[in-house]
């Protein structure tokens, strides 16, 4: 098996969600993005206490655009 399927494996098996989900991005080996291997995360859990870190430059800021624009896509409130 490819290391990109197993990886790609891996990463569906852990971030499979009954019930519907947002998609944050893909999963990155090598510096390449690996198409189907989405991160996905329940709407059910939007409405907890979510962090967000990272040093300066590391794409909090976009993270949270990304977030916020799936969210509405989906008609979930927020303020």
Do not use: W
Request: with cysteine; aromatic share 8%; proline share 3%.
């Amino acid at each position: 098996m490819e290391r990109t399927e197993a990886i790609t494996g891996h990463i569906n098996e852990g971030y499979t969600c009954k019930g519907d989900h947002i998609i944050l991005g893909s999963a990155i080996f090598e510096g390449e993005a690996i198409p189907g291997a989405y991160v996905k995360v329940p709407l059910k859990t939007m409405d907890r206490h979510e962090l967000i870190s990272g040093a300066t430059g590391t794409g909090k800021t976009k993270s949270l655009q990304i977030i916020s624009e799936h969210l509405s896509e989906k008609g979930f409130r927020y303020f």
